[in-house]
Nanobody, 126 residues
């Protein structure tokens, strides 16, 4: 059984920071790249960030590059998304996902991810 569980969302003012966590279980975590996506009201789910199975390669959407940092802790089977300088347009439900295939890098396409968390709400007020 594969489980992906996000946490760490909340409400923050513009310019604030949050750190999201994602715990993955049920498969060999160290062999899978991980990704973060988000979905704002009335909009499609979009890619935010990804990290390779080895943790050496990262990928960011243009909208968050320079503000968000993805990392992973193998001892805890956990992926983090540190979000700094948050903006109202960052308001969304954030989802963590695990790739379908082993030993491939992160992707910005949701079709490449097999397992998804329940989402955690991030709200940024002005």
């Amino acid at each position: 059984q594969v489980h992906v569980v996000e946490s760490g969302g909340g409400a923050v003012q513009t310019g604030g920071s949050l750190r999201l966590s994602c715990v993955a279980s049920g498969r060999t975590y160290s062999t899978y790249s991980m990704g973060w996506f988000r979905q704002a009201p009335g909009k499609e789910r979009e890619f935010v960030s990804g990290i390779s199975y080895g943790g050496t390669s990262t990928l960011y959407s243009d909208s968050v590059k320079g503000r968000f940092t993805i990392s992973r802790d193998y001892a805890k089977n956990t992926v983090y998304l540190r979000m700094n300088n948050l903006k109202p347009e960052d308001t969304a439900v954030y989802y963590c996902a695990e790739r379908a295939r082993t030993y491939v890098g992160p992707s910005n396409d949701s079709i490449d991810y097999a397992y998804w968390g329940q989402g955690t709400q991030v709200t940024v007020s002005s």
